[in-house]
């Protein structure tokens, strides 16, 4: 099956196969079940029964009994010359019901119970039908000298025919296309794991790499210079701490992929979430030489409908992602604006911006612009907070011309 989904024209033909198999199935069930098992013996039995109570020569009230308003019963002699005819119509204006009898009447009149069934067209169009045709050979001291045959208009087959067509159709593509749908999404998703588990080993093996080298150095006493040394114990405890930053950002991130992080919303005042915003940044941006605005506008919104604290973790991780772009001297900017229901925020910086290329893929996990600016990051974060997003039933995009800086927009519920 997966190589029929990553082959569209394979899997079309294969489905159309199944599709026709399954339609003619059907159509055969439809005819054998009430044709060959209902209709069948009940024709031949009535048959059997105008000839055994010798009502060949009685008169058609005496047949009537025996066969609905739509069933025509026919009596030939042993010459094939028709002596009766006894129905609901009687053939007029040069219609005949011989047309239909006279293909089998040679093999009933040699003594054989025949049965058909037969799409007939009498001499009006309106009387085209799919007909049952039972002939009874009459015999008598073993001679045959005469044959019944009984021709009945098979009521409701083109409309049960056409029902099923139509049903069969509608749920077998319908069946078709959920289970292609199913069946993607599970390879896509078997795919990301594959993917995640690769990058994930890519990510931790450089920094394990890093630490072993430098422990090794300081093992082998190949750096006696004490100073040196404290030196070489940054780097370690530079890149544990990277390590630590990757492992917090991977568990964070399947906690809400595996629905265990709460998103209930409430309502929630603005202001109290923007003050600390600006208590958290305020030293950080000052000490990087970084301005941080927050827009009036802001202080000023409604309350808004959202889970605090995983607003206050999405602005955490636009912010700290400006931080890792804009050089000293630079901003970063929350702006808002309202619509009718819903606040739209921007977080702007004016740092180095994103290439049009890397663009559609940053909020991908482990992806990292080829700005190289951000080697230092996990490439996690706007993973994180895409899926923040996502689960608050916000959007969440960016903008950004390479060398002008970079916009972040997220929605929020008023």
Known sequence: MKTMIQKPRVLAGVLIIVYLFGLL??????????????????LLADGRTIVQTHLLEGSEDSILFLRSSTTRVLIYDGSGNRLRFIGPNKPNNGE??????????SDVLS???????????????????????????????????????????????????????????????????????????????????????????????????????????LCDGMQPDPDKQGVYFGMILREASKQEHMIQDILALSRIQSNRVDFTKTY?????????????????????????????????????????????????????????????????????????????FCVRDNGVGIKAEDLPHIFERFYKDSSKRNESGSGLGLAIAREIAANLKEKIWAESEFGKGAAFFFTVRL
């Open 25 to 42: 199935v059907g159509l055969t069930a439809i005819g054998i079940y009430p044709v060959f098992r209902k209709q069948k013996p009940g």
């Open 96 to 105: 005949t019901y011989d047309v239909i009898p006279n293909k089998y009447l």
């Open 111 to 217: 003594g054989e119970e025949v049965f058909h069934v037969i799409p007939a067209q009498l001499a009006q169009p309106r009387l085209t039908r799919i007909w049952l045709v039972a002939g009874v050979p009459i015999a008598e001291e073993g001679k045959v000298i005469g044959a019944v045959f009984l021709i009945k208009n098979l009521e409701n087959l083109q409309e049960a025919v056409l029902g099923y067509f139509v049903f069969f159709t509608i749920l077998y593509w319908l069946s078709a296309y959920f289970m292609i749908l199913f069946i993607r999404k599970k390879l896509h998703l078997e795919m990301l794991q594959q993917t995640y588990i690769a990058n994930v080993t890519h990510a931790l093996k450089t920094p394990n790499s890093s630490i072993k080298a430098l422990a090794e150095t």
């Open 268 to 344: 929630v005042d603005a202001k109290v979430i923007f003050d600390q915003i600006r208590q958290r940044y305020a030293a950080i941006c000052e000490c990087a030489g970084i301005s941080l605005d927050i827009s009036d506008d802001i202080l000023a919104l409604p309350m808004l409908y959202t889970n605090e604290a995983s607003l206050l973790r999405l602005l955490a991780l636009l912010i700290d992602n400006a931080l890792k772009f804009v050089d000293e001297g630079g901003q970063i900017r929350i702006d808002v604006s309202v619509s009718k229901h819903q606040a739209t």
